[in-house]
């Protein structure tokens, strides 16, 4: 069993939202350049090239373990190609993302005494690092100069106990890409905000009008329906601290209530694809999306641009994003967030090489690779927000119940939503020992 984490995170955010995923892009244009020595980056999922950048002479020779790549996320085999241009004494050894192995990847690698030097993670959900002694304080690196790129009080959400661990690099939170032509043949209007009723009253009549499902999500986003609940239902903001805190049981009215009209959204079907709608994967809830077969598709901003383009390949234009239906009746009108970001294993037997490396993936070069690609990002680089996919950047809450140990931050993320539709009760029991054991 892992170290519970008792450490609350600290407020945080200004320019920078969680939940995280990347959105996909087009690759930039590099030219080539060959650089004489050591060289190698090994790739596990991808191949790295080069870029037409002079390498840095200084740098001494390192080997190091990337864990940032994610599948059909272009820029990433760019950011490689630069890096291994400017820093060719690095070998540099990358391997694919996939969020449900990282946890387990890095510290299998620990354990063993070996590193992933630089991962990519989540900075307000780095207590299942930090407990362990695993993450690097940054802050003795970050000087002016690199704070700079930063937008205002972004580093916040990866600050901890005052010591910084974690870097932003995208602006994250949840809404929903709507197929617009399906919405009018339901005889749905399409809504920029909705209540839950109201979203719940469309999904009917979808399904009703329709012979397509109301919406799609896929399984390692299940959890943000409890995830936003939680943060919507109180009447007071010093309410929604307390359950924070764990001060109030799970089985207090207002969150059985809540679960229970979210667990109605899969017993009525609405969910694609009826049976297995907790076990679809992103790429299946995408597809469903471009073949019509879904109405709504339960989505991240930096995702909504890449959407746009896989709607349009498949002859789908008419698209809208739109924010999340929220159940907020008092002052809490929030969703959850957060970014997704970089720190590096405090193993690594090559400090300053990753520190080189962590401070060209936070570079305005980077940062532009990637708003290219649709990302919303925390930086001072042009075209780093957009209107439409930053909307409710400021509802954003940076602080949740999950922070109050690991295993409760694993269970709402990936259990919740099925487990309480197959075993109410004991899904209840569950979330209560995990409250009262972190106390």
Known sequence: MRRQVKQMLSLALA????????????????????????????????????????????????????????PNVNYYPVFLENIRAKYPEYSITSKTWDQSQVEKTVKTAFAGGEAVDIVKWFPNQMETFISSDMALDLTPYMDDEWKSIFTENALDIGTYGGKLFCLPITTVYPDIDVNVDIFEEAGVEVKEHWTWDEFVAACEKIKQNTDVFPFAICDTRVGWFQRNAFLQIWDTKEELEAFNRGEISFKDERVVTALDKINDLFAKEYAYPGNGAFSQTKDQTKAAFSQGKIAMLFNVNNGGKTIRTVMEEAGRTNIR???????????????????????????????????????????KEAFEL??????????????????????????????????????????????????????????????????????
């Open 370 to 439: 990637q708003v290219d690609d649709g990302d919303v990002v925390p930086a001072n680089v042009e075209g780093g927000t957009d209107e439409e996919f930053a909307r409710d950047s400021s509802k954003v809450y940076p602080k949740e119940i999950m922070a109050i140990s690991a295993e409760m931050n694993d269970y709402i993320n990936y259990n919740i939503g099925a487990n309480y539709f197959y075993d109410k009760e004991g899904t209840l029991e569950e979330l209560e020992s995990l409250r009262t054991s972190a106390q």
């Open 321 to 363: 994003t739109i924010s999340w239906p929220t159940m907020a009746a008092g002052e809490c009108d929030y969703v959850l967030g957060g970014c997704d970001g970089y720190f590096i294993s405090s193993n690594t037997k090559n400090p300053e090489a990753s520190i080189n490396i962590l401070k060209y993936l936070t570079s």
């Open 15 to 70: 320019g920078c939202m969680v939940l995280g995923m990347t959105a996909c892009g087009s690759k930039s244009s590099t030219g080539t350049a060959a650089p004489e020595s050591k060289q190698d980056v090994t790739t596990e999922g991808s191949s790295a090239g080069t870029a037409a950048e002079k390498p840095d002479k200084t740098a001494e020779e390192a080997s190091l373990v990337m864990l940032i790549e994610e």
